[in-house]
């Protein structure tokens, strides 16, 4: 049953995924753990050796108590105007687990925005950094 929500929440991540982004998952017990996902045709390949989806489903599965989060940034081939970088969309998701069941909420982009701008430790404004869409 709880591979089911797993895959759900994968076949998320991986449809904002149309060359490459980065997934960093966060819980209060330990350090991040960053996964990098590219695609490759029609699939999206985890990490750089094999081993590294198995060791992120661990992540999502037996780390996320009673719950965790995890952010999302996945590059775009649009160029933006400005900056001529590819532009970056930002995405952050509420993980946790009901019984057997992993849930996964969306953060609305303008809490994202909030998040990705604010010094957590102040509560001041961070400088804007360029070529984000907040998503």
Same mark, same amino acid.
């Given at each position: 049953?709880? #591979?089911?929500?797993?895959?759900?929440?994968?076949?998320?991540?991986?449809?904002?995924?149309?060359? %490459?982004?980065?997934?960093?998952?966060?819980?209060? #017990? /330990?350090?991040?753990?960053?996964? &990098?996902?590219?695609?490759?045709?029609?699939?999206?390949?985890?990490?750089? #050796?094999?081993?590294?989806?198995?060791? @992120? *489903?661990?992540? *999502?599965?037996?780390?996320?108590? $009673?719950?965790?989060?995890?952010?999302?940034?996945?590059?775009?081939?649009?160029? &933006?105007? *400005?900056?001529?970088? $590819?532009?970056? /969309?930002?995405?952050?998701?509420?993980?946790?687990?009901?019984?057997?069941?992993?849930?996964?909420?969306?953060?609305?982009?303008?809490?994202? @925005?909030?998040? #990705?701008?604010?010094?957590? /430790? %102040?509560?001041? $404004?961070?400088?804007? /950094?360029?070529?984000?869409?907040?998503?």
């Amino acid at each position: 049953m709880i #591979q089911t929500s797993v895959k759900e929440f994968l076949n998320e991540l991986e449809s904002h995924c149309s060359s %490459t982004a980065i997934a960093t998952f966060l819980n209060n #017990q /330990e350090q991040p753990f960053v996964i &990098d996902l590219r695609r490759k045709h029609n699939r999206v390949i985890y990490g750089y #050796q094999k081993g590294h989806k198995e060791l @992120f *489903l661990n992540k *999502l599965i037996f780390d996320t108590q $009673p719950h965790a989060s995890l952010i999302l940034r996945s590059f775009t081939p649009e160029i &933006d105007e *400005l900056t001529n970088l $590819p532009l970056k /969309e930002i995405r952050g998701y509420i993980i946790r687990r009901q019984g057997e069941e992993l849930v996964f909420e969306k953060i609305s982009p303008t809490m994202m @925005f909030a998040c #990705q701008n604010t010094d957590a /430790e %102040t509560g001041e $404004p961070l400088p804007l /950094e360029q070529s984000v869409r907040y998503c």
